[in-house]
């Protein structure tokens, strides 16, 4: 005959005491039961989708931008691009982190007093008229991720002792903007841009100072080529730091590549 179980093995049986939970066998912070993780069983938020891969524009303020002014970081008399402002080592991009350039933003406007010609990557309407109200000039235009490279530490990249790059055009969402008089876009109609210029001085009522009789004329009219890095250097020239010379490409078919 089969000895029944006693009240207390059943209560053991149904309520055991010696499991896991019992000696502080968690499981680690975060860890989800079940077969499916939590990222394929939630749905996906299409929003999110290419973020990582988005250009950002770190911001330089007109602030900083006449302090630098001020301080003797930037000299007026030549134009001012991202090779400019990244000398001066008060601002720095990554372009690792996804970083194509400098967006000019408004924080200082009432206190900007600079006349200078200015190329950056991003600038809404009251920041360009802040510029062009004191006789100056602003560009937006765009850089791939190799001329940032080159354009951040213009010294690092000539002792590697490689060719200036070609600038690429922008992707083609981007093209829009840059092709946009009234964004100064650097592939914008020159005579469109004059247009532009006189009606956004009618619009926030300023005069607007004539180029033309501006002794600085010559300064303030610079303007890459949309191929071009450097200010005065072309696509495919090397630059010998050391012998202070630059090499320039004598084959047709370099020269075809980079003219192009």
Not at 70 to 95: E, F, Y
Not at 168 to 182: C, Q
Not at 227 to 241: A, D, K, S, T
Request: proline share 8%.
């Amino acid at each position: 005959m089969k000895k029944p179980h006693s009240r207390g093995g059943r209560r053991r049986a149904e309520f055991p005491n010696k499991g896991h939970k019992q000696r502080m066998g968690f499981a680690r912070l975060g860890f989800e039961g079940g077969q499916t993780p939590f990222y394929l069983r939630i749905p996906c938020e299409p929003y999110y989708k290419g973020h990582h891969l988005r250009r950002q524009y770190p911001p330089l303020t007109l602030q900083q931008l006449q302090l630098m002014i001020d301080l003797g970081r930037i000299d007026v008399s030549q134009p001012i691009d991202l090779a400019t402002v990244c000398n001066t080592k008060v601002l720095a991009i990554d372009p690792y982190l996804q970083h194509f350039g400098f967006q000019l933003t408004d924080e200082g406007i009432d206190n900007f007093k600079g006349k200078v010609n200015i190329e950056v990557q991003h600038a809404k309407e009251h920041v360009i008229a802040a510029v062009e109200r004191n006789g100056g000039v602003i560009t937006t235009a765009y850089y791939d991720l190799e001329s940032v490279l080159a354009l951040m530490n213009p010294e690092k990249f000539f002792l590697k002792g490689k060719p200036i790059p070609k600038r690429m055009l922008p992707p083609e969402d981007a093209i829009g903007y840059y092709s946009d008089p009234k964004s100064r876009g650097y592939l914008a109609d020159p005579e469109e841009i004059a247009k532009e210029r006189f009606l956004l001085a009618q619009k926030y009522g300023y005069v607007l100072p004539d180029l033309l009789k501006d002794p600085d004329f010559s300064m303030l009219t610079a303007r890459k080529d949309p191929r071009q890095v450097f200010y005065g250097l072309e696509p495919g020239w090397v630059v010998n730091l050391r012998d202070k010379v630059v090499l320039k490409p004598v084959d047709p078919e370099y020269e075809a590549y980079y003219n192009k």
